[in-house]
């Protein structure tokens, strides 16, 4: 009997990270049919915000079907001139607003936090070396971090980093593999 395949919510910002955890995923064998994206509208305020305003209503639906469905939840937002951990605090923050629990240990929930922005990953895996403070270069065509997803995805597979990555990347990392211990077959 087959099993069934995960179904992954996608909530991010921009295309940049839309494209950029798609391939990943997609590099880790989940199935494109089993992706929901909802990514922030364009010209409708701060992305960052749309995505925590969001994310309490996503883990509301994910609560609701996971019992009986297999499913995970990605959050990507960056983390700007914010920490990490202070980018976290404010999703915790959002949902005690709403009145939602945040997530549990137990939970197929991910946050994902670049810092400054996921551009600094993409110069991290082009190989370029990096701090999470200066802004780095973009992409003419989002599309075009498919090779340093698919990088990151070996890299993650294997459990190993190359030299020096960003804190927020190894946090990621920490993020996707916590996924991986509570059964998300990717």
Request: hydrophobic share 35%; charged share 30%.
């Amino acid at each position: 009997m087959s099993r069934q395949p995960v179904q992954t919510v996608i909530l991010c910002e921009d295309r940049q990270q839309e494209c950029f955890v798609r391939r990943f995923l997609l590099e880790r064998g989940v199935n494109r049919w089993s992706v929901r994206l909802q990514q922030s509208p364009r010209a409708k305020g701060a992305a960052d915000q749309w995505v925590r305003e969001s994310f309490p209503k996503e883990l509301r639906a994910y609560r609701s079907k996971c019992n009986h469905l297999s499913n995970c939840l990605l959050a990507v937002v960056d983390a700007d001139m914010q920490t990490v951990c202070e980018r976290i605090k404010s999703f915790e923050a959002e949902c005690e607003k709403q009145n939602i629990p945040f997530r549990r240990d137990d939970e197929r929930v991910a946050l994902v936090v670049p810092k400054r922005n996921i551009e600094t990953w993409l110069a991290y895996l082009r190989g370029e070396t990096v701090d999470e403070t200066t802004e780095y270069r973009r992409y003419e065509n989002p599309s075009d971090c498919q090779p340093d997803a698919g990088k990151l995805a070996k890299m993650c597979a294997g459990r190993r980093l190359e030299e020096s990555p960003p804190e927020s990347l190894k946090l990621a990392c920490g993020e996707f593999q916590r996924l991986v211990d509570l059964g998300v077959a990717f």
